[in-house]
């Protein structure tokens, strides 16, 4: 019976020291790599928040044009190094005119896609290029419409630009598709700021 219960506090012991590290002496390389600790710690946390405000012409409809719009939800990157693929979900509100009409339809978007996070910060996104899938429910405007198209963003981007030049630079384009229940589709150029 005591040698079952020495046999894993001696294993535990074992692991303990074989993780122990030394002090670089000289020239030594350092035991642990701080790259692999980097992203040990990101691995613990896949789920980020992902949010955006983006502005911009439609093309191609006599009679909706979109404003600008926002969304905000989550995003999933399952793999711990810096280049990773990812998947966001997100609840999105637009605003539309037509004539003087206002409307503020609201949806979920879905994007897929490529994200390659700095080497330097675990949460900061040098850059992303997605697929995008949507869908706006019923408003003043339309009952209703699908929207698919194709985007990219770099955070880090906006950041530089706002350390060097102190201007807010969008750093998000979007180029979407719109396909209405009950109108002809359009197209929208989307650019603005996202994570």
Same mark, same amino acid.
Request: glycine share 6%.
């Given at each position: 019976?005591? &040698?079952?219960? @020495? *046999?894993?506090? &001696?294993?535990? @012991? *074992?692991?303990? &020291?074989?993780?122990i590290t030394t002090p670089a002496r000289g020239g030594?390389?350092?035991d642990v790599d701080v790259d692999d600790l980097r992203t040990f710690k990101r691995r613990r946390f896949p789920l980020l928040p992902t949010?955006?405000?983006?502005l911009g012409p439609s093309f191609g409809a006599p009679?909706?044009?979109?404003?600008g719009g926002a969304w905000l939800g989550v995003a999933h990157y399952p793999m711990s190094g810096p280049h990773t693929f990812f998947w966001s979900l997100a609840g999105a509100l637009e605003v539309q005119s037509a004539g003087d009409e206002i409307a503020l339809p609201f949806g979920v978007d879905l994007r897929l896609g490529s994200a390659w996070f700095s080497t330097t910060?675990?949460?900061?996104l040098n850059g992303t290029v997605y697929l995008l899938g949507g869908y706006r429910f019923g408003s003043a405007l339309d009952?209703?419409?699908?929207?698919f198209g194709i985007g990219a963003s770099s955070p880090a981007f906006?950041?530089?630009a706002v350390r060097r030049i102190f201007l807010p630079v969008p750093s998000t384009l979007e180029l979407v598709g719109v396909i209405p229940r009950?109108?002809?589709?359009?197209?929208?150029?989307?650019?603005g700021w996202s994570y």
């Open positions: 019976m005591r &040698l079952t219960l @020495a *046999l894993p506090s &001696l294993l535990v @012991a *074992l692991a303990a &020291l074989t993780t030594d390389a350092p949010a955006g405000l983006v009679k909706t044009r979109f404003l910060s675990r949460y900061l009952i209703g419409a699908a929207r906006f950041l530089g009950d109108a002809s589709p359009r197209f929208e150029l989307r650019f």
